[in-house]
């Protein structure tokens, strides 16, 4: 029996365009009505696609599978798929990472969504940070100087503002602000001995923790506002500065989101 290009890719539910590539990558010959010049298969190669179908479920490449049925025995290719099963567990821990990372930033949108303006007083917190500068070159240079060969270091590298406490208190905005990075403990592996060094922790103290949005441009930030009619109500004062760790942004709105942390006396 014979079966057309066409009968054969319904048979197996492939297109046609695939069938020839198998043909032109010379791992399925197609014969050829000598009449018509329409290609026709035969059993053996229906046969052989089944094989050539099966290793490309289990993602081994073309390459691999022209090897396999034209050069391989058992054995290479036992070894060839054991290759190929290291291969699949190398992305299995990579994917494992992605889906640790997508967990954590959506952590943080959410955290955004549900705690902007919302005011607790805490102890303070683990990370340790670091000043670099002034905006707006701080982030080209923060970027220059720690940029990974993937973009998951963002979320490890905070990005971090700090308005000395004075200052917040007369003009409670972002419209001046020091820049830097911040790390949590599991994370500061990723900077070398001697930067680590030049990191700093926040004392022990209270500290009035919130999430703020903020364009930069604003004169009076609402939430700052509304953190220091908190205090004052509640007979606190701004001791230290204020310290706030890049979280998410929404640029539909022209936001950025920080969660913050103001030392209190």
Not at 30 to 41: C, I, L, P
Not at 134 to 147: F, T, V, W
Not at 204 to 217: G, K, M, Q, S
């Amino acid at each position: 029996m014979r079966w057309t290009i066409g009968e054969v890719a319904e048979l197996f539910d492939i297109s046609t365009d695939t069938l020839r590539y198998y043909e032109k990558s010379g791992l399925l010959a197609a014969h050829k009505n000598s009449t018509n010049g329409y290609r026709y298969y035969s059993y053996n190669e229906l046969v052989l696609l089944i094989d050539i179908l099966f290793f490309r479920n289990m993602e081994v490449p073309v390459a691999d599978i022209r090897q396999v049925v034209t050069q391989m025995d058992i054995g290479e290719i036992k070894n060839m798929l054991y290759e190929n099963e290291r291969v699949v567990e190398a992305r299995i821990r990579v994917l494992i990472e992605l889906r640790k990372l997508i967990a954590q930033v959506a952590a943080q949108y959410k955290l955004c969504e549900e705690r902007l303006g919302v005011l607790s007083i805490v102890s303070a917190p683990s990370f340790k940070y670091k000043l670099l500068g002034m905006q707006p070159d701080d982030l080209i240079g923060m970027i220059r100087k720690y940029k990974k060969t993937d973009w998951s270091w963002m979320n490890n590298i905070r990005y971090t503002l700090l308005i000395p406490g004075e200052e917040l208190v007369q003009q409670p905005n972002f419209l001046s602000v020091e820049t830097g990075i911040s790390l949590d403990e599991e994370h500061l592996c990723l900077l070398d001995e001697e930067e680590q060094q030049e990191l700093t922790s926040l004392p022990e103290r209270d500290y009035l923790y919130t999430i703020v949005a903020t364009n930069y441009l604003e004169q009076e930030n609402t939430v700052l506002t509304k953190a220091l009619h908190y205090l004052q109500k509640n007979g606190r004062q701004v001791e230290t500065a204020l310290i706030g760790r890049y979280m998410a942004s929404s640029h539909k709105d022209g936001l950025d989101y920080y969660e913050i942390w103001i030392g209190l006396k």
